[in-house]
């Protein structure tokens, strides 16, 4: 258990709609990643936020969206889902001083 | 600058051999260097990591080589085991206020009885 935790586990919706996933982070991390990962791909890195605030930004599509609250967790909206954003979502915290990070079971949506 | 490629893309290994991922880096500001296995449908977890000051860490039949002038790291698995069958993904990151952990694309290990 990485102390991680990633709401929900699974997902299934249908095109056009929108879905929120939620992540608590580790006791005393302050940092949470957002990653996709999509069947048998690699860990596309989409955004971070140390402490409330954006740090770091990739391939996130304007349809996606990230906040992290003040109790530090995180919250990733997919706004006019489309069938190829079936993917993994994982969330990642760390104490941010190592590149160790923590990552949650993920949460699988799959747009039908 | 941000790249780490990785390879093989798979890898198919007997029971009891030895398995090789490779990794190399562009940026020389990174200084960490973890790498993270991830078994089907889990998250991925970090089995070892090494700074540049070392050329090599072992941990049990785990061991990362880190060559800091060819801009390379690589894990050697020794004795592989069915159970080691797994994605491992190196990264690299650099110590800072804050860091982006850069993954390299993953390797597809099968270890074959």
């Known amino acids: 258990d990485s102390g991680v935790t990633q709401t929900p586990k699974h997902l299934i919706t249908a095109t056009g709609q929108r879905v929120t996933l939620r992540c608590s982070p580790r006791s005393g991390d302050l940092s949470v990643y957002w990653y996709q990962q999509s069947l048998d791909q690699g860990l596309q890195f989409l955004i971070q936020y140390y402490n409330g605030e954006e740090r770091a930004k990739g391939n996130i599509l304007e349809r996606f969206s990230a906040q992290q609250f003040p109790d530090l967790h995180s919250e990733l909206n997919l706004s006019s889902l489309e069938l190829g954003d079936s993917a993994l979502y994982f969330c990642a915290s760390s104490v941010d001083y190592t590149g160790e990070l923590f990552f949650g079971e993920g949460s699988r949506l799959t747009v039908l | 600058q941000q790249q780490v490629k990785q390879s093989p893309q798979s890898l198919i290994v007997q029971k009891g051999g030895i398995s090789i991922i490779n990794c190399a880096y562009e940026n020389t500001a990174f200084d960490y260097f973890p790498w993270y296995q991830q078994f089907p449908g889990k998250g991925p977890a970090l089995l070892i990591a090494i700074r540049p000051d070392v050329s090599e860490k072992k941990e049990g039949r785990f061991t990362i080589s880190f060559n800091k002038s060819a801009k390379q790291f690589s894990l050697h698995i020794m004795d592989s085991q069915p159970g080691d069958s797994a994605t491992y993904f190196c990264?690299?990151?650099?110590?800072?206020?804050?860091?982006?952990?850069?993954f390299g694309t993953g390797t597809k290990l099968q270890v074959i009885p």
């Open positions: 990264a690299a990151s650099r110590d800072g206020g804050y860091q982006k952990v850069t």
